[in-house]
């Protein structure tokens, strides 16, 4: 469902790259439009997933999940796929989180909450993207178990500040403007006041506020 709403955010015509985890799945939703997905391993025109025959695993996403081709598809190395990242090519860039901030600052890429005594974590290309890219949707899980990922400060290290433009969960859709964030839409039975509950940065309503259409 997240994945499906976020796809809904992608214009004709446009040149996007997919972070790993729930981000890839927006893949599935594409076909048939006039997008270009970037993988930063680099390809251009990156498909669906591949599923049974259809997979082959020269064909991979960042998530290293199969992948298919569309027509048109092209291979490049990876400093040139940097290089359309860092030169401001990509239009909007689909990242996961594991916090973002009032502000639209958001972490993504070390869980000190994790493994080894400093955490776990990886960078790939993430600092890149968010910075390079002229939007970024975050899509995630609203929360972690008991804890909302929707903070006033990010508590864990930063991917980048204030680049954040949408956020997509599975309770919501946020918008982050210069005066806070503003929740725009709601999960089928879900009130503001039960979203703004799972939230601890605070929520001001859209004034057309709605039921999520998927």
């Known amino acids: 469902m997240i994945a499906l709403r976020a796809s809904k955010e992608i214009r004709d015509g446009t040149y996007v ?12 939703w594409i076909e048939g439009r006039d997008v270009i997905l970037q993988a930063e391993i680099g390809m251009l025109k ?7 025959n259809r997979i082959d695993q020269d064909l991979i996403n960042a998530s290293c999940e199969p992948v298919t081709e569309l027509p048109g598809a092209c291979y490049f190395d990876i400093v040139e796929s940097m290089a359309m990242i860092r030169g401001g090519h990509v239009d909007l860039a689909i990242l996961g989180a594991l916090q973002v901030s009032e502000r639209g600052d958001f972490a993504s890429w070390l869980n000190p909450t994790r493994g080894f005594p400093h955490g776990v974590g990886n960078i790939g290309g993430s600092m890149d993207l968010a910075v390079g890219a002229k939007r970024v949707i975050i899509t995630m899980e609203h929360t972690a178990g008991d804890r909302p990922k929707i903070v006033k400060e990010c508590t ?5 500040r204030g680049v954040v433009n949408l956020i997509v969960t599975n309770l919501a859709v946020i918008e982050v403007t210069p005066d806070g964030l503003v929740l725009k839409e709601g999960y089928p039975g879900l009130t503001p006041d039960d979203i703004q509950s799972l939230t601890e940065a605070r929520l001001t309503v859209a004034p057309d506020f709605k039921e999520i259409e998927l």
Do not use: D, E, M, R
């Open 17 to 28: 790259n997919l972070g790993i985890g729930i981000p890839t799945l927006v893949s599935n």
């Open 46 to 52: 990156t498909g669906p997933l591949a599923t049974g």
């Open 156 to 160: 864990y290290p930063l991917t980048a």
